[in-house]
């Protein structure tokens, strides 16, 4: 529920919600959510969420890319959300204008 809370907390711009919400979808990240709240994070704005989600993921990465949650990550805005990660676990940016996944 507290993806949908900071949704509508980013739609109507209540900061105070957003934190409180990010706050905790930072700590109940999982392997089977952690691609789910990356993909929340980059369409509201989340960087707590998103640092969260990178450093989750850095961590007990095999086991996050084996979720079927993790196809959305791939795709979203055409690979541009992979490319942070990949900066982020290896320190290599892509030229995401040249990726079609």
Known sequence: MGEWILLAADKYDI????????????????????????????????????????????????????????????GYQSGALLAEVLDDIIGVLPDTKKMRI
């Open 15 to 74: 900061k105070g919600l957003k934190k409180i919400c990010e706050g905790m979808l930072c700590q109940g990240l999982s392997v089977g959510n952690t691609a789910s709240r990356l993909v929340l994070s980059a369409q509201t704005k989340a960087s707590e969420l998103k640092r969260a989600c990178f450093a989750f993921i850095k961590d007990n990465s095999a086991q996050v890319r084996a979720t079927s949650e993790w196809l959305a990550v791939t």
